[in-house]
Nanobody, 130 residues
Framework: QVRLVESGGGLVQPGGSLRLSCAAS????????MAWFRRTPGKEREFVAA?????????YYTDSVKGRFTISGDSAENTVFLQMNNLKPEDTAVYSC??????????????????????WGQGTQVTVSS
């Protein structure tokens, strides 16, 4: 089981930036596939970005954040980041970090499914408003 703690959320104006952090601890942290999801009231949880510690250059993003968000990780600190630039009001949501330990071939196909991940953080609120 991996324990995840997010931080870095807040209120930002449209066009602004935030960097979310997810501190991971527990078993098999370095073999986990890591992802960010977000949820707004009345909507289903949405995949945002994912990567694996073993292949940090291999990243996945939902179309609406490509070119604006970047997922990365510091393996020495077991921390995953989500750099969010040019934020828009529609990015307002609770952002949660997730970790999973299924196989690499599995995640190449199912990286975007919440059911692919076993551990979740409590979430951090991001509000984009003028």
């Amino acid at each position: 089981q991996v324990r995840l703690v997010e931080s870095g959320g807040g209120l930002v104006q449209p066009g602004g930036s935030l960097r979310l952090s997810c501190a991971a601890s527990g078993d098999s942290v370095n073999s986990a596939y890591m992802a960010w999801f977000r949820r707004t009231p009345g909507k289903e949880r949405e995949f945002v970005a994912a990567f694996t510690w073993s292949q940090k250059q291999k990243t996945y993003y939902t179309d609406s954040v490509k070119g604006r968000f970047t997922i990365s990780g510091d393996s020495a600190e077991n921390t995953v980041f989500l750099q969010m630039n040019n934020l828009k009001p529609e990015d307002t949501a609770v952002y949660s970090c997730a970790a999973g330990a299924k196989s690499e071939p599995y995640y190449r196909i199912y990286y975007y499914l919440g059911s692919s991940y076993d551990s979740w953080g409590q979430g951090t609120q991001v509000t984009v408003s003028s």
